[in-house]
């Protein structure tokens, strides 16, 4: 299997020295903004993360090889390349043996930090279950309660059905754990209606819950929810009708599938006149640092 993988020599050496590791998926890079913001907000995160004393691994597939992180010139290729693929785990056999390049989305890049032995892992937001249909449920989802890695993140992307993907997440046993709220955060907003059963105040705690999460061999991953800041926040009045607007210029282009979601963020950029992506930007970068801290403390 380990002949399918690339890792940098700079994780490498973490890895092999036993140094904190944080992992960072690639359709934010590949699908989740335009260039030259993708690029510019991959190198920030991952400085973020070398500022932390942490070795950032970004995950992609490139030319057939899954990456376990990229240099600054692959990385730079990579956001400037409008050929790359967007994979799920499913789609990961196909695009090795085909030797394409393609962004890792969330159930992906779990899927290949684990397989590296990677534990941590900082996104955006995640998938979840879709408005309108209760059946169309992210494999975001899926990977993550079979996968025990924690998972960094703003909550659910605002796009998706909220309590239905909360439901899911707790019938998967998925622990989801609130940092400095008691609601669940939804990508562009810092607050929704929506309580969480489990809540911290402080990194050192966190650590623990994980600790105690792993040496239990719990098979599940974990998802912190790690509010966007205050200054970038989106309230829910504000956002919502711009998502219904965005989701009924989907319905009427017949947008599904893999391709719904790149649709919705990059027209709820054009909707907000730019406002969401710099809080995708923001909430990114933010969660990037509590995964470094995390890092850190885990050690």
């Known amino acids: 299997m380990q002949q399918f993988f690339d890792y940098s020599p700079e994780v490498k050496l973490a890895l092999e020295h036993k140094q904190p590791v944080l992992a960072l998926e690639s359709t934010i890079i ?27 691994a970004t995950i992609a597939v490139m030319d057939g090889k899954i990456k376990i992180g990229l240099s600054a010139n692959e990385l730079h ?15 990961l056999p196909y695009i090795i043996a085909h030797k394409c390049s393609a962004g890792t ?34 494999a975001d989802l899926i990977e ?20 239905r993907t909360l439901e899911f ?3 998967m046993s998925v622990p989801v754990i609130g940092y400095r709220t008691k609601v669940l955060p939804a990508f562009y907003t810092d607050s929704t209606q929506y309580p969480l059963s489990t809540w911290v105040d402080d990194v050192p705690t966190l650590a623990k819950i994980l600790t105690a999460h792993w040496e239990l061999e719990m098979s599940s991953g974990l998802l912190i929810t790690n509010p966007i800041p205050a200054e970038f926040n989106i309230p829910l009045e504000v956002i919502e009708p711009v998502i219904g607007n965005a989701l009924h210029k989907a319905e009427q282009h017949n947008i599904s599938g893999k ?15 730019g406002k969401s992506l710099r809080a995708n930007i923001a909430l990114i970068k933010n969660n990037a640092r509590l995964g470094a801290e995390l890092a850190c403390a885990m050690l």
């Open 105 to 138: 989305t969330v159930a992906a890049t779990l899927f290949c930090a684990a397989k590296a032995g990677i534990k941590l892992f900082a996104t955006g937001g995640i998938g979840g279950v879709h408005r309108g249909d209760a059946q169309d449920i992210s």
């Open 77 to 91: 290729h990579f956001a400037n390349n409008e050929a790359v693929m967007k994979a799920s785990r499913r789609d």
């Open 169 to 171: 997440l707790e019938t």
């Open 259 to 273: 391709e719904l979601t790149p649709f919705l963020l990059s027209e709820i950029a054009h909707l907000t006149q």
């Open 30 to 56: 590949s699908h989740g903004m335009p260039y030259p913001e993708n690029y510019e907000t991959a190198a920030a995160v991952e400085q973020i993360v070398r500022d932390h004393g942490v070795t950032p």
């Open 144 to 163: 993550i309660s079979r996968t025990p890695i924690a998972i960094i993140c703003a909550g659910a992307k605002a796009i998706l059905d909220l309590p």
